[in-house]
């Protein structure tokens, strides 16, 4: 995971926990795996479009 051992994790939850607060860390982590969900999906639904707009064209030819 972008070469982050179990120490490096640990001092960034630590970092943000200091930053954020207690309260307000399970909010952001909600909010990311929203995102990344989303994101995902934008990228998987492009990828869809991009596989039917070649079939279309192979059709044409």
Do not use: H
Request: charged fraction near 35%; charge should be positive.
């Amino acid at each position: 995971m972008f070469g982050l051992g179990f120490q490096e994790i640990l001092l960034l939850l630590l970092i943000a926990l200091l930053l954020f607060g207690a309260s307000r860390l399970p909010e952001i982590g909600r909010a990311l795996g929203k995102t990344i969900k989303e994101f995902k999906k934008a990228v998987k639904e492009e990828d869809n479009d991009d596989n039917t707009e070649k079939k279309d064209k192979n059709k044409l030819v």
